[in-house]
């Protein structure tokens, strides 16, 4: 049985993320800039799927491409680690919410874009 977080539109939780970050000082472009390094979208791509409220599971299906440095995102998220969630969709959205807690926190951009050592 699918989770029923798969099914939750991409703008309900992307408007959740940018008052997340601007409560703590940040900005929506910050938010954007995550995003978009995690799944491939351009800003038109983005804004595209907000407006046609795409469930969290189209919204990846549809990502022009994961970041292939996206498996370094460690850590826990919601009591689990990352790296340890067995489904992809899941993963995935859960990379998601963990690059976006670390803009909140306030973590540098070089760092929270992760790239090879």
Not at 10 to 17: D, K, M, R
Not at 57 to 78: D, Y
Request: overall charge negative; some cysteine.
């Amino acid at each position: 049985m699918a989770h029923r977080i798969f099914g939750t539109s991409f703008a309900s939780i992307y408007a959740l993320y940018v008052a997340k970050v601007e409560r703590k000082g940040h900005t929506q472009d910050e938010v954007d800039e995550v995003v978009r390094w995690l799944t491939g979208y351009d800003d038109e791509g983005l804004r595209r799927t907000i407006a046609d409220e795409d469930d969290l599971e189209t919204f990846f299906a549809r990502a022009p491409r994961l970041n292939p440095n996206a498996s370094l995102i460690t850590g826990v998220i919601c009591g689990l680690r990352v790296e340890e969630i067995d489904d992809p969709l899941m993963q995935q959205i859960r990379y998601m919410d963990k690059l976006v807690d670390e803009v909140a926190r306030g973590k540098k951009m070089t760092s929270i874009l992760r790239s090879p050592a």
